[in-house]
């Protein structure tokens, strides 16, 4: 497929005498044909730019680096390999990182309050705030009498269109107070779901600097093992745990969030010193 797109740009710089912003717009048509994937996209552009620079003089420096994704399409693709490398190395978190999360409940900062909200739920980030310009925006709702859960219209993950329960870390916040404060955030906020996962990296990183690789994505893995560790009354594996508390649709998902380790406060030790009565 990939061949083919090339010649079509080939011939048809060859068959006109056109500006260069015009070849550009032909070849972000036949990058885009056909729905293809992100990883596509990019490799498209890198095949058609060596292509054009083998085959044509003339063009200048400007124009072929100007072939190329543009800049929302290399940030996730940037997040997505960090978020790749995250997964395969294992990755412990402190109960005085949990509490940390936990004090930003009251901040006035949106991007705090998204980052708390990410944390006691186990969302994605584009799950917490989404621009209606990249996604169909989320709509969460209490389910009566069942204050720990709350209701997302749906996920991004592969097919899903429907409806998922979502459970929040216990002594947080109730369904009620956690619409409220997503609703905050994605009244007030008017940027890019990109952006706005860049800006909660940058505030997680200057939270916890001594955390390596420490991103959004962790905060979901978070999420599962402190709930694994603290919450979970019939006593599952962790896989299955897990699973279940993510909304997979598979144990096999699950497997890269089981290389999270809890480490909870250590427990102060009595004091069996022999002491004088007070007379």
């Known amino acids: ?90 990755f412990t978190f402190t109960q005085k990182m949990v509490d940390d999360i936990l004090n930003l409940k009251n901040s006035d900062d949106l991007y705090d309050l998204g980052i708390f909200l990410q944390f006691i739920s186990g969302r994605r980030a584009s799950e917490i705030y989404q621009h209606i310009n990249d996604h169909d925006k989320i709509k969460v709702d209490r389910i009566k009498n069942k204050p720990n859960l709350i209701k997302f219209s749906t996920l991004h993950k592969k097919n899903n269109d429907k409806s998922e329960i979502i459970e929040l870390i216990p002594d947080t916040l109730d369904s009620i107070e956690y619409k409220k404060l997503y609703n905050k955030i994605n009244n007030e906020l008017d940027i890019s779901t990109q952006d706005y996962i860049n800006r909660v990296n940058v505030k997680l990183k200057n939270m916890f ?36 508390i993510l909304n997979h649709q598979s144990p096999e998902s699950s497997l890269s969030y089981s290389n999270y380790k809890y480490i909870p406060n250590k427990a102060q030790p009595k004091d069996k010193r022999i002491k004088k009565k007070l007379l």
């Open 209 to 244: 600097p001594k955390v390596s690789n420490m991103s959004s994505h962790k905060l979901r893995g978070m999420y599962a093992r402190y709930m694994y560790e603290t919450n979970n009354d019939e006593n599952q594996n962790i896989n299955g745990y897990i699973t279940k």
């Open 1 to 90: 497929m990939s061949k083919i797109l090339i010649n079509k740009v080939i011939d048809y710089i060859e068959d006109n005498d056109l500006e260069d912003e015009d070849i550009k717009k032909y070849i972000d048509e036949i990058v885009y044909s056909n729905n293809p994937t992100i990883r596509t996209i990019t490799n498209r552009y890198s095949l058609i730019k060596k292509a054009v620079r083998e085959n044509f003089d003339g063009f200048s420096d400007e124009f072929l680096k100007s072939i190329k994704p543009n800049d929302e399409i290399i940030k996730k693709i940037l997040t997505e390999d960090m978020e790749k490398r995250a997964s395969k190395s294992n």
